[in-house]
């Protein structure tokens, strides 16, 4: 069983700048591919980036593409997604989760096997 747990989160203002992390805890994290995803109020989870296993890959939702990365250190078992020139519509509670390496590209939520316990971002105006 693989356990992630997602740290960082935080208030900033809008066109500022937030590094989430997401910490695995389990065996051969290397061995999945990692999803970072988004939930606001009232609205279903979505995709907004991947990182493939050995992170050489990366892929984003249109709106963040140019302003969010995706990196990953698998020496420290963590991800990373930097997040640059937030907006009041980035504001959400962010997860990583864990998905099969075959998985690269969009990741539907059903492909994730294992799930963070989330951290809000609230971008303010």
């Known amino acids: 069983q693989v356990q992630l747990v997602e740290s960082g989160g935080g208030l900033v203002q809008a066109g500022g700048s937030l590094r989430l992390s997401c910490l695995a805890s389990?065996?051969?994290?290397?061995?999945?591919?990692m999803g970072w995803f988004r939930q606001a109020p009232g609205k279903a989870r979505e995709w907004v980036g991947t990182?493939?296993?050995?992170?050489?890959?990366?892929a984003y939702i249109d709106s963040v593409k140019g302003r969010f990365t995706i990196s990953r250190d698998n020496a420290k078992n963590t991800v990373y997604l930097q997040m640059n020139n937030l907006k009041p519509e980035d504001t959400a509670a962010y997860y990583c989760?864990?998905?099969?390496?075959?998985?690269?590209?969009?990741?539907?939520?059903?492909?994730?096997?294992?799930w963070g316990q989330g951290t809000q971002v609230t971008v303010s105006s």
């Open positions: 989760g864990a998905a099969s390496p075959l998985y690269s590209g969009r990741l539907p939520t059903s492909s994730v096997n294992y």
């Open positions: 389990g065996r051969a994290f290397s061995s999945y591919s």
């Open positions: 990182i493939t296993n050995n992170g050489g890959s990366t």
